[in-house]
């Protein structure tokens, strides 16, 4: 069994796909946009003007898998009640992909040492996606 995060941007998939590019070095492994379905919408379904938004894409962000949509193309992402959580090597990354995560978003917790790691933090990003970065425990 695979769990995997999918993430409806209401409209803004393309820019969250750029930003978590840059952010995050995410690699795109498929992208399919409204009008490329094999299927056409149902009437009314979706606004006018939103045959270029993407139905479908797939992220890979470090060994994850991160699948993404516009959705509805509603405008109004709503991301509550749950956080994804990225660990990487070492305080030096965590501080990096924390302010990268926090351009134009909102600092939950500023990055700091734990009882769990040597670098903690929580932030939520420009799309309303809540991130908690943490670094590698260190080994003694």
Not at 92 to 108: P, Q, T
Request: hydrophobic share 40%.
């Amino acid at each position: 069994m695979i769990v995997q995060p999918y993430l409806f941007f209401e409209g803004r998939c393309e820019e969250a796909i750029a930003f978590y590019r840059d952010a995050l070095d995410a690699k795109v492994t498929m992208t399919m946009r409204y009008k490329d379905s094999p299927e056409p919408s149902q009437p009314g379904t979706m606004p006018p003007g939103s045959e270029n938004k993407i139905m479908h894409a797939s992220l890979r962000i470090g060994d994850t898998a991160v699948m993404a949509s516009d959705g509805h193309c509603s405008g109004k992402p709503g991301f509550q009640g749950f956080a994804l959580a990225i660990t990487v090597a070492d305080a030096a990354e965590a501080d990096r992909r924390f302010a990268a995560l926090a351009n134009g978003g909102n600092v939950i917790m500023p990055p700091a040492r734990t009882f769990f790691s040597p670098r903690f933090g929580m932030v939520t990003d420009r799309f309303g996606v809540s991130w908690m970065v943490m670094a590698s425990p260190e080994q003694t």
